[in-house]
């Protein structure tokens, strides 16, 4: 949260604990948030799911759990208790390296804060799925949260937001034009893929299939981003047509038949968009603030009417942004030239609160603890333990990633400008100072990372706050994707995914971007090496 979010969440957060609430972070590394919290559990990196388990065993095992909201709103709980008996923090301190007296300690003060306490996904815990156990993780988070029958109360799990419905066009005026009604890309091989609006990540085997053959890429960055960058570049190679609309010159850029310059987002506008909050739901609109820079740079609604018009279906875009924008907002009588002058408007709609009784879109308004959809799904009736798929061997280490203080998405170089000018060097991994020593590596050293994959150069920042089994990197791709310095030798630093073999979730399609092995080797055990 700290390292990644905006000032005013880390605001939300400061506030909270003012307020008296307790924070607990689960983290291979003393992270930003981590140095906030009341409680930081270092756990072994791809183990998350052992201690949500040894969670949920103490919560069961004491009588912790909200026994009224699990006897209404969910079935199965005498199956799912059997099963618990085998998942003892002691246990759960053998798989996940977090002591099982602060496994108790957690279980027992989130118990003691329900329904005001929730397990929040965090992106490399439920969300994310960086390992092949990160779905049983998730859905071992929210097993806590229902234990703790949190959904729907004030500082718990809220209900999910009511979004506010803007206007459309008006179709005796613009022709609609047809939807194709045939499910989106990675549906059809993952049962967990929305069938409406597909999963990015797995286009890479609609193109290794064959089914795919030409793409256009918008604000995007498959060649770095959505796993292994070598791997990716080679997919995109197949394709008979790779268009690219980006702002920048990235890596799929690079590899592209054409590439579209957009404008950044402050030389357009960027129309209608909307804010709901506690008690009211607005819109706002983003307009220009600089004048077009590039004469050969267009916003990328332009580019998308002329590759229509080019396509031979531009009528289907026959409108101006003012025409879309307008009937966006009529239906809460807002006007539009008023909206551009002012920023943002109240609408006036009342949205249902996100508390109350749980929102519970299933079959019979009930949870199922134990379940034949998930049993089918291969990951079992119950939550239970499933390993990562790659346990790195004596002197390997799991390269992680996440973010800090300073990123900017995928463009490396940003980020790592605006961390140089206050004296931090983005492109230095992170080691635990002990498992360095024992290897002789002096905090500011260079080395090399090892793997199948490759080779990379990376200066060491040493730790007391990491866990020993891992290497941090930031999230944002460096290294080889930054290629070559002058001279041609090649950068320092290392990419999140250049050691991470390809390899998609078998349930949700996703990259598995944090299964992998690398070794760390001293350049000055090579001869040939001298620099």
């Not at 006897?71 to 002691?90: H, I, K, N, V």
Request: charged share 20%; proline share 7%; hydrophobic share 45%.
């Amino acid at each position: 949260i700290v390292d990644s979010s905006t000032t005013g969440a880390v605001d939300a957060l400061n506030d909270a604990r003012r307020r008296g609430a307790k924070i607990i972070v689960v983290d291979p590394r003393r992270s930003g948030s981590a140095a906030l919290a009341d409680r930081w559990l270092r756990v072994r990196p791809g183990c998350d799911l052992a201690l949500l388990l040894g969670i949920a065993h103490v919560m069961i095992a004491e009588g912790l759990y909200d026994h009224e909201f699990v006897d209404r709103y969910t079935t199965g709980f005498d199956e799912l208790a059997q099963a618990a008996r085998a998942w003892t923090p002691e246990w759960a301190e053998s798989m996940c390296d977090v002591p099982a007296d602060d496994i108790r300690a957690t279980a027992r003060d989130l118990a003691a804060a329900a329904p005001a306490a929730v397990v929040d996904a965090g992106f490399h815990g439920g969300i994310g799925i960086a390992y092949a156990n990160s779905t049983q993780t998730a859905r071992a988070i929210c097993l806590v949260d229902v234990l703790l029958g949190c959904l729907g109360r004030v500082g718990g799990a809220l209900n999910p937001p009511t979004p506010l419905a803007l206007g459309d066009l008006d179709p005796a005026r613009f022709e609609t034009p047809p939807v194709p009604r045939v499910p989106k890309l990675g549906s059809e091989r993952y049962p967990l893929v929305d069938p409406v609006r597909g999963l990015c990540t797995t286009i890479g085997q609609s193109i290794l299939a064959g089914d795919l053959r030409g793409l256009i890429v918008y604000a995007s960055n498959p060649g770095a981003g959505y796993g292994n960058a070598d791997a990716w570049l080679g997919i995109l190679q197949q394709l008979d047509l790779l268009v690219t609309i980006d702002i920048r010159w990235s890596e799929t850029a690079r590899a592209s038949d054409y590439v579209l310059p957009d404008v950044t987002y402050l030389e357009a506008d960027r129309g209608v968009g909307t804010v709901v909050g506690r008690n009211d739901a607005r819109v706002f609109y983003r307009s220009a603030v600089l004048p077009v820079l590039h004469d050969d740079t267009r916003p990328g609604r332009e580019i998308f009417a002329g590759l229509a018009a080019a396509c031979g279906v531009g009528e289907c875009f026959d409108f101006t942004p003012d025409d879309l924008a307008a009937a966006q907002v009529a239906p809460f009588g807002v006007d539009l030239a008023a909206l551009k002058e002012r920023g943002w408007a109240d609408t006036g709609v009342p949205l249902p609160s996100r508390t109350g009784k749980p929102v519970i879109p299933l079959a019979g308004g009930k949870i199922a603890l134990a379940s034949d959809v998930w049993e089918r799904a291969g990951l079992g009736r119950v939550p239970g333990w499933i390993a990562p798929m790659v346990e790195p061997g004596p002197g390997m280490f799991r390269l992680i990633s996440g973010n800090r203080p300073f990123e900017s998405h995928t463009s490396r170089r940003l980020a790592a400008a605006g961390a140089a000018e206050v004296g931090s060097d983005l492109d230095a991994v992170q080691m635990n100072a002990d498992a360095a020593a024992h290897m002789g590596i002096a905090d500011g050293e260079i080395v090399e990372l090892v793997s199948d994959l490759g080779r990379d150069r990376v200066r060491v920042e040493t730790t007391p706050y990491q866990h020993p089994a891992c290497i941090f990197t930031s999230a944002a791709p460096g290294g080889r994707a930054l290629g070559a310095e002058g001279g041609g030798r090649q950068a320092l630093g290392v990419g999140p995914l250049d050691h991470t073999p390809l390899r998609w979730d078998s349930l949700t399609g996703a990259a598995l971007t944090q299964e992998n092995a690398v070794r760390v080797e001293k350049i000055t055990e090579h001869v040939d090496n001298n620099d």
